[in-house]
């Protein structure tokens, strides 16, 4: 099915903004001296070739163009709009915002007295600086302006702490021997020391006029203490703070009704 012959001014109209690329004109960088007299100065737009600038110390740098669509023929305002410094050389590449308004026009000023953030270390060997525009409208287009020739980066002063990033010794660890154990005679003597109290209460017991057998309403009692004798050697071995929180909770609840069975027996 062929598109009706009506919908081809709006197809064309939808071709020619997806093709629109934006451009520049009326480009202009001057050099001024320390005086604010323009000791240099060239014009420059999309269609030129590269040309050759050069910024002493204590000079500025002023550029400015115009951003205007190609295929409307209207200045235009980009989304964005950069400056690049490259150094073929060293491949040291930097990036610069360039602040555009309403009406089209930029402005830019560097000064090497307080140079740009993004400005790249520079070499006796020329930046070679190019435009780069845009935005959400138009394609992106990246226009080379001129070389730029700036006196040399100082050197960078070591940082304080630099030597910690170097490649280190090897640390050598030196190891504690492993712990001797006592014989297992020994030990078996102060474990039958520990338990020996234990079993002296055991032998006493039989001497004693009370009878040791629970019924059933004094054995579930003793359960629930033994239970939180296992729940503390329980926690010494695996369980955590918060686990026998929990468990100790339930537990005790029983632990008490428990208790008060027991001693209503006794009653």
């Known amino acids: ?39 240099q100065s060239l014009k420059f737009d999309s269609s030129q070739g590269t040309q050759s600038l050069r910024v002493a110390q204590d000079e500025t740098l002023k550029l400015q163009f115009t951003v205007f669509d190609n295929a409307e023929k209207r200045d235009v305002q980009p989304h ?36 740009p953030v993004g400005l790249p270390p520079t070499t006796f060997d020329p930046l070679h600086v190019s435009l780069i525009l845009g935005s959400f409208k138009y394609e992106g287009a990246v226009y080379d302006l001129f070389d730029l020739s700036l006196p040399p980066s100082a050197s960078t002063p070591p940082h304080p702490e630099e030597s910690t990033f170097h490649v280190q010794p090897e640390i050598s660890h030196t190891f504690r021997p492993d712990q001797k154990l006592p014989p297992k005679v020994i030990s078996l003597v102060f474990a039958g020391l520990v338990l020996s109290p234990w079993a002296l209460l055991l032998g006493l017991l039989r001497y004693l006029p009370v009878s040791l057998q629970p019924d059933t309403k004094t054995l579930p009692f003793l359960v629930c203490l033994a239970s939180f004798e296992g729940l503390l050697f329980w926690y010494w071995v695996d369980l955590y703070l918060g686990q026998v929180l929990m468990y100790g909770a339930a537990l005790g609840l029983a632990t008490a009704i428990a208790g008060k069975r027991a001693l209503a027996s006794f009653n």
């Open 1 to 39: 099915m062929k598109p009706s012959t009506a919908l081809y001014p709006l197809i064309l109209a939808l071709a020619s903004v997806c093709s629109a690329k934006l451009s520049f004109k009326s480009g202009s960088a001057v050099v001024n001296a320390k005086d604010g007299s323009p000791s």
């Open 80 to 115: 964005q709009a950069f400056l690049r410094f490259y150094d073929e050389k060293t491949e040291e590449e930097g990036i610069v915002p360039i602040k555009v308004g309403r009406d089209g026009k930029a402005r830019f000023s560097m000064n090497l007295r307080k140079p």
